[in-house]
């Protein structure tokens, strides 16, 4: 698609956030335009807009699109090119599922479309299984298991390990279609899917885990997450073992719309369909015995994304490359940030419970945090922590983003809810990070100069600071506290070493002291 950018002040239109590809996804529920920004590893959702058209609702007794159904989208798609066009977005790709490939008449549909500019690529049922996949596969590195995706007009099933995909399938079972299987109660419902997933599903998951892809499903996670009364409000990544996700599917199926609709987070359209849906959830557990199911808010669109990038841009770490936009954009650049956690690793490194991915992650949040005012700091960056959609982290390693970042700002008496998240050892050991990274910052006032004319170490006991005899100076009262503080986390006695200004990386024998515990 061709649009006429328009750059007079688009960079600063998203905040610091760039526009730089949008996505079009024609299903058969919704029209959706995705804007994204950041980098496309793990990209930064800028403009998430969405008409709920329902292209699909007569699919499958007429075969065609609905007239009203086409001008409502059709409207909605008029407005998408001319945001776009504002925005000076032009690299645009646009897509279409069921609905449309299944339509008689979708010529009518398609044309008027091709005429705003767009181009738009018509999806098999295959092909929109596989990008789901991929799109679980760029949230979840390494993952195995069994992709489900829920949309309005189908079902996709396909199974990923190393890195690629096989045996992928589609089904005619979107949420537009479930009522159809209703009959007069659940478990007759329960036995007319189980009949239509024998027709592609496979026989088992293989004691692997399900990765549920779809609103529909996504909105039974919050529904879990408020069950279990969860500190976390991001559904993606919640897991269920098997059994706690029967029980989910159990509940959710003896659920009315009203009672759902009735409930923060879920609206009237998934609220409607969560009962259909849940009754199915039960049949492909039963069918697949997976051993966990996992919930991923990265489906089609984020594979769409995934599959446009290079190959050394896929094996990036997505933990890492989100955050690195985040924190740059808040003052605290990746440098810096790998400057002060190779500067720290000797002192306070990941040990049993966290990695060095996680630790330069929360070096590169407790910078930025700084940067926050004082009297509305802790809370917005522990919220950045837990709530914020990092990609390729669990809850533990969310609390410890958290202890981390409280532990930079001398907060070290943690809230709550990050001792549900992780144990003990592991929030003391992100404490240690954070403690660190405090020293490391304050010392020189952040500058790369005191990181060059220093040393952090801990041997036989002792937790030592070296500084060049240069910038002897630096050490100062609060970094004498700074120093005790993490040394008696530690459980180390502190001592600083002044060396000559060319020993401070060497062995340094024989040096001056000038502090003692």
Do not use: C
């Amino acid at each position: 698609m061709n649009l006429a950018r328009r750059r007079g002040n688009r960079d600063g239109t998203f905040s610091g956030g760039t526009p730089g590809r949008a996505i079009i996804d024609i299903g058969s529920n919704t029209v959706r335009l995705v804007v994204y920004g950041g980098t496309m590893r793990a990209p930064t959702v800028l403009l998430n807009e969405k008409v709920t058209a329902q292209l699909g609702r007569d699919i499958a007794t007429t075969g065609k699109l609905a007239d009203e159904a086409i001008a409502l989208a059709m409207r909605g798609l008029r407005r998408f090119s001319l945001l776009l066009e504002d925005l000076g977005v032009d690299d645009v790709q646009t897509v279409a599922t069921a609905a449309v490939r299944e339509a008689s008449n979708r010529d009518d549909f398609l044309n008027p479309l091709r005429e705003l500019g767009f181009d738009p690529r018509i999806l098999s049922g295959e092909e929109e299984a596989v990008l789901s996949a991929h799109g679980v596969l760029g949230a979840f590195p390494g993952a195995a298991g069994t992709v489900v995706d829920l949309g309005g007009g189908s079902l996709e099933l396909v199974e990923i390990e190393q890195g690629d995909t096989h045996d992928a399938v589609s089904l005619p079972l979107g949420t537009l279609r479930l009522p159809e299987y209703r009959g007069d109660s659940h478990a007759a419902m329960r036995k007319a899917l189980n009949k239509a997933l024998k027709k592609g599903a496979p026989v088992s998951a293989g004691d692997r885990p399900l990765y549920l892809v779809g609103g529909t499903l996504r909105t039974m996670a919050v529904f879990a997450m408020q069950e279990q009364g969860h500190p976390l409000s991001d559904p993606h990544g919640f897991e269920l073992t098997a059994r706690q996700a029967r029980k989910l599917a159990r509940a959710l199926a003896q659920e009315t719309p009203e009672s759902l609709n009735a409930r923060d987070r879920i609206t009237s359209m998934r609220a409607e369909k969560l009962p259909d849906a849940a009754v199915l959830l039960e049949a492909l557990l039963a069918r697949l015995s997976p051993s966990r199911v996992v919930f991923s808010s990265w489906g089609l669109r984020e594979g769409l994304v995934f599959d446009g990038l290079e190959p050394h841009a896929r094996a990036q770490d997505p933990l890492l490359a989100g955050v690195s936009v985040f924190a740059t954009q808040r003052g605290a650049p990746p440098t810096l940030a790998a400057k002060i956690a190779a500067w720290t690793v000797d002192a306070a490194p990941a040990r049993a419970h966290g990695s060095e991915r996680l630790r330069l992650a929360a070096t590169m949040l407790a910078l930025a945090s700084m940067q926050i005012e004082p009297n509305i700091r802790m809370p917005q960056a522990i919220d950045w922590a837990l709530h914020k959609r990092w990609i390729a982290v669990d809850s533990r390693d969310r609390a410890m983003l958290a202890a981390a970042i409280a532990a930079n700002g001398n907060h070290l008496d943690l809230p709550g809810d990050l001792h549900e998240l992780a144990g003990e050892d592991a929030l003391e050991e992100a404490i240690r990070w954070g403690l660190s990274v405090r020293l490391a910052r304050r010392l020189g006032g952040r500058s790369a100069r005191s990181l060059q004319v220093s040393r952090l170490m801990a041997r036989d006991g002792e937790l030592v600071l070296r500084l060049a005899r240069s910038h002897s100076d630096l050490f100062g009262i609060p970094t004498e506290k700074d120093l005790q503080l993490l040394a008696d986390r530690l459980g180390l006695r502190y001592r600083v070493e002044i060396v000559p200004d060319d020993e401070v990386r060497a062995g340094g024998e024989a040096p001056s002291e000038m502090a003692v515990e």
